[in-house]
């Protein structure tokens, strides 16, 4: 099978300048924007550490919850919680002015506590090459080249996975794409 000499253009996640990468993994175009991401990354742990430390001060029998610390333990928006307020979707108590109070009770059983996940990496998909064609397999089952089963590839999404040389696309998408065209 003919090997092309491909080179990979990416985005730099940072700053948007578009790269090729050293490596596979590289995700950004220089040492700055590197420098960059990883100060944000520090900042928001730092947030979030002060968020949980806000969220243990809040005494688990309070029956009933301001909207900042709704806010807090829910993760939703101040502005989405009033938006619901006023809509109705919510009930809540004035107890004067910025004294709006909502039923702990009522939240916990409409807004579940989702435990926060950052960078949360994509499911690695399961291909077995039995269930798999290579490049060259479809080009030459379908009688097509390997550029154009790239590109049909590239834009209909179809999942790919590279094992050493070869990359493995599922049969049953592919036999779905070239009925169909």
Do not use: W
């Not at 090729?20 to 730092?46: D, F, G, H, N, V």
């Not at 101040?78 to 004035?94: E, F, T, V, W």
């Not at 397999?137 to 999942?159: D, M, Y």
């Amino acid at each position: 099978m003919p090997r092309g000499n491909y080179k990979i253009q990416r985005v730099c996640e940072e700053c948007g300048k578009i790269f090729t990468p050293p490596t596979l993994m590289s995700k950004y175009c220089c040492s700055a924007c590197s420098k960059k991401a990883y100060k944000k990354r520090q900042i928001a742990k730092e947030k979030e550490a002060i968020r949980q430390a806000l969220i243990r001060q809040i005494p688990s029998s309070k029956g009933y919850l301001t909207v900042k610390e709704a806010v807090l333990i829910y993760g939703i928006s101040k502005d989405a919680l009033y938006r619901m307020i006023r809509q109705g979707l919510l009930p809540s108590h004035n107890f004067g002015q910025r004294q709006t109070r909502l039923s702990r009770q009522y939240m916990d059983e409409h807004f579940k506590k989702k435990p926060r996940q950052r960078n949360k990496k994509k499911e690695a998909l399961s291909f077995d090459p039995k269930d798999c064609y290579t490049i060259g397999q479809i080009a030459q089952k379908f009688h097509v080249n390997e550029g154009t089963v790239l590109t049909h590839i590239r834009r209909n999404s179809i999942p790919t996975r590279q094992i050493g040389n070869y990359v493995y696309v599922p049969k049953t998408e592919i036999d779905k794409l070239y009925k169909s065209l």
